[in-house]
């Protein structure tokens, strides 16, 4: 089953994860289990040298599980092509809505992180699945919800509206 889904998109510097991050309470304090997938544009590893799981991983191990009795974590090493979005989202437990930052052509409803000062253009006019703009100016975006950026009560609101919608 792939889980409700919500982006979360914009340029670098937009306030993308500020925005995550400050919703992400709100909505677990209003009940809803959600899970998050940030898409690294380059490399990244969440090893440091030194580390046991690191020397497993350089010593060849295709999968690195890490577990203690507050989280876990499974590193998985490519050898062939990027996984996709819906790949991704089959390896999550159900929850009432998963957050993705990043994968901003890839199809399914975006919240897009507008700043107008930041000198780009605009990625609703031409996403068409942006469904909601959250920004500090008041742009002109047709019939998609307009968001007030620094009030992210306002946006986690209109997110736990869009879930329930979607629920029905």
Same mark, same amino acid.
């Given at each position: 089953?792939?889980?409700?889904?919500?982006?979360?998109?914009?340029?670098?510097?937009?306030?993308?994860?500020?925005?995550?991050?400050?919703?992400?309470?709100?909505?677990?304090?209003?009940?809803?289990?959600?899970?998050?997938?940030?898409?690294?544009?380059?490399?990244?590893?969440?090893?440091?040298?030194?580390?046991?799981?690191?020397?497993?991983?350089?010593?060849? *191990?295709?999968?690195?599980?890490?577990?203690?009795?507050?989280?876990?974590?499974? &590193?998985?090493? !490519?050898?062939? +092509? $990027?996984?996709?979005?819906?790949?991704?989202?089959?390896?999550?437990?159900?929850?009432?809505?998963?957050?993705?930052?990043?994968?901003?052509?890839?199809?399914?409803?975006?919240?897009?992180?507008?700043?107008?000062?930041?000198?780009?253009?605009?990625?609703?006019?031409?996403?068409?699945?942006?469904? *909601?703009?959250?920004?500090?100016?008041?742009?002109?975006?047709?019939?998609?919800? &307009?968001?007030? !950026?620094?009030? +992210? $009560?306002?946006?986690?609101?209109?997110?736990?509206?869009?879930?329930?919608?979607?629920?029905?």
């Amino acid at each position: 089953m792939i889980p409700r889904v919500l982006g979360v998109v914009g340029w670098s510097g937009s306030g993308k994860t500020a925005l995550l991050v400050a919703i992400l309470p709100l909505l677990r304090q209003a009940g809803l289990r959600v899970s998050t997938i940030k898409h690294a544009h380059h490399g990244f590893d969440m090893d440091r040298p030194g580390k046991d799981s690191y020397r497993h991983r350089e010593a060849g *191990a295709h999968e690195v599980l890490v577990a203690s009795s507050g989280r876990w974590a499974l &590193l998985h090493e !490519l050898e062939g +092509p $990027e996984p996709t979005l819906p790949d991704l989202l089959t390896r999550l437990e159900p929850v009432d809505l998963v957050l993705v930052e990043g994968f901003k052509s890839h199809p399914f409803p975006k919240l897009e992180v507008f700043r107008a000062d930041l000198g780009k253009p605009p990625i609703w006019e031409t996403e068409p699945d942006v469904i *909601a703009v959250a920004t500090d100016t008041t742009p002109p975006i047709g019939d998609r919800a &307009l968001l007030p !950026l620094n009030a +992210p $009560e306002i946006v986690a609101t209109w997110v736990r509206n869009y879930v329930r919608a979607e629920m029905a």
